[in-house]
């Protein structure tokens, strides 16, 4: 079959790769209908994390069954699903706890719980960005969605972006009437921004630079506020009497930089610390992690300087990881279903397999319009 493979800083490319198959009695093998690209992506296509070359990328999947092992009592060849970006057991003391994004059985990686598909450090497992993937403890981890092709563009963000924007808002202890600040215009802080809405915030602010991105976070009925014009924190502060905000979102990640591009890891969080009013919250989302490659020394990137003090002083609490997509999914999904969400309000691109190196390019240099990328790997 054919599959979208990492070959090394900024290079990644469609080639033949090993079939997709039941392994064990619990698996599943799905046909690919939707797969995403994502900002998590570009921190492996830009050589910034320990991914190896060879590795099959795609973690936001959606398709068909196809086949499916002996054990797998609940799904069946022909149902619709979504596949959550972890991979979760579903019986180990995390999973139990609802907290499927840290499964201490699915990583063999030394040190790490949390297993996905095609992602640096979590597991041998292939991603999706292929024509079909293989699907460890299917019953488990597969989402049923109505069958046919309704709702294809909005049930594709079920597998990472909306649930990890929802996960979020959630983490900063959100409650309704809440003023937000969300960090990030990407797809993750959109569905933030979205999910905040949703949930009742009073006000949500979307921080970013990129013009396209902001003017999406406007048409959902957020507050726009550009970087690269001003300090953001000023303009929070004059927009809100001097208050600022009572929750925010960081869904920017390590990579984070200045208006003009260089980075500084601790920039949102500061920002945050700042803004969020005493004893209020905030929710990392952004990817942060323990070594990069793309540093003098890799080991660097585990020690960020933040504004901790501060945060303290404050009284502040923070949440932080990768999102447990299954906790939220089937509401999600149902909320879609109602017409109270739509997610597809950020896709920009709809493109086959073979087309994917020339817009991972295009998305990670954020080239005006590319927002989202969906990719049709059996259209
Ligand atoms: N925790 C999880 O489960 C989870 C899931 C998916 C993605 N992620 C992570 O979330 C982050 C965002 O993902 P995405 O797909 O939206 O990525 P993206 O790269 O498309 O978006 C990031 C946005 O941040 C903006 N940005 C950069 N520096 C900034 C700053 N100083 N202030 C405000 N905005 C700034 C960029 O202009 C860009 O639009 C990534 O780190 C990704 O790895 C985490
Ligand atoms: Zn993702
Ligand atoms: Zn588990």
Redesign the pocket.
Known sequence: MKGLVYRGAKKVAVEEVPDAKIEGPLDAVIRLTTTNI???D??MYEGRTAVEQGTVLGHENMGVVEEVGPGVTQVKPGDRVSVP?NIACGTCRNCQSGWW?FCTRTNPTEGMDGAAYGYANMGPYAGGQAEYLRVPFADVNLLHLPAGREFENDFTMLS??FP?GW?GVELSGFQPGDRVAV????????MAAHSALIRGASEVFV????TD?LKLAEKIGATLID?SAGD?DEQIFERTGGKGCDRGVE????????AGGDEHPE??LD?LVNIVRSTGGIGV???YVPEDPGLDRPEKADRVGWQYGTFFSKGQSMGT???PVKRYNRQLRDLIIAGKATPSFIVSHEIGLDEAPDAYDK?DK?VDGYTKVLLKPNA
């Open positions: 994502c900002g998590s570009l921190h970006f994004s990472d972006i990890t996960h960090f990030g215009g990407g797809p993750v802080g959109l921080v970013d630079q990129v991105r970087f953001p869904a920017v990640g390590f990579q984070a930089h200045d920039l949102t920002h989302v952004g990817v990881g990768q999102a998305f954020r």
